[in-house]
C-alpha cells in the first residue's frame, strides 16, 4: 500500500514525465525542485537543490530530479559480481 506521500511523488514524477520535453528546453542538465506539479526553482547541483527546498518546504513534500533528455536522468543500471548456476 502507497502512503500519501509516495503517491505525492509519483504525481511529481509523473509531472516532470509528461512536460520533459519543454522542460529540458528551458532548464536542461540543472537540478529541479517540483511541488504541486510545478517547477519551484532550477539549481547547478542537487546539493543546492536540497538546501533551497527544505527552507521552503518539509521533506518529503517536494522532488528534485536531474533536468536531462531521455530516460537517462531517471534510470540507473547496477552491475553485480553475482553468478546464478
Do not use: W
Request: neutral net charge; aromatic residues 14%; glycine residues 6%.
Amino acid at each position: 500500500m502507497k502512503t500519501a506521500q509516495a503517491t505525492m511523488l509519483d504525481q511529481e514524477f509523473k509531472y516532470f514525465q509528461e512536460n520533459q520535453v519543454e522542460l529540458v528546453s528551458k532548464y536542461n542538465g540543472k537540478y529541479l525542485v517540483i511541488r504541486d506539479q510545478n517547477v519551484v526553482g532550477a539549481y547547478d547541483s542537487r546539493g543546492e537543490a536540497y538546501t533551497a527546498a527544505v527552507k521552503q518546504f518539509p521533506v518529503g513534500t517536494f522532488l528534485i530530479q536531474h533536468c536531462l533528455p531521455g530516460s537517462e536522468s531517471y534510470t540507473q543500471t547496477f552491475h553485480s559480481r553475482v553468478q546464478f548456476h
